[in-house]
């Protein structure tokens, strides 16, 4: 997925502020759901919470730059997945992240349905705008 870098996006200096790149990685996430006709979360019944984050800010991105998210999953088990999500402005990568979604309902981690499996799994190819 491709997301221009606006001024709402960084700080006073014009490069973007660092908790926009985890911004950047959800919005990825979520618009694969949304281009699906799906919620990535439905309500407070079900869908995927954050476990974990491991994050490394490696570059610099500023304002009006055009960033790419990269998705590619590291683990699949029954009610976690891991990805790696990374963010380049052209071949240069900018952010780098590992996180753990685990799959609830009613707040007890469950099966991830293979309906939304097939979601997550797509977000490897995606190339939304």
């Known amino acids: 997925m491709k997301i221009r870098v606006y ?19 959800e919005r990825a ?21 954050v476990r974990h984050i491991d994050a490394d800010f490696v570059g610099m991105a500023k304002l009006g730059d055009l960033l790419e998210i990269r998705t590619v999953i590291l683990e699949e088990k029954r009610s976690s997945i891991l990805l790696r999500q990374s963010i380049h ?20 981690p469950k099966r991830i349905p293979p309906e939304l499996l097939s979601v997550i799994r797509s977000l490897e190819s995606s190339e939304t705008v």
Do not use: W
């Open 7 to 25: 001024y709402e996006d960084t700080d006073a200096g014009g490069i973007v502020y660092h908790a926009n790149y985890l911004k950047f990685c």
């Open 29 to 49: 996430r979520s618009e694969e759901f949304f281009r699906r006709g799906l919620e990535p979360f439905e309500g407070d019944r079900s869908g995927f919470v």
């Open 89 to 108: 402005k052209g071949e240069e990568t900018v952010f780098s992240m590992q996180i753990r979604l685990v799959y609830v309902v009613e707040g007890r």
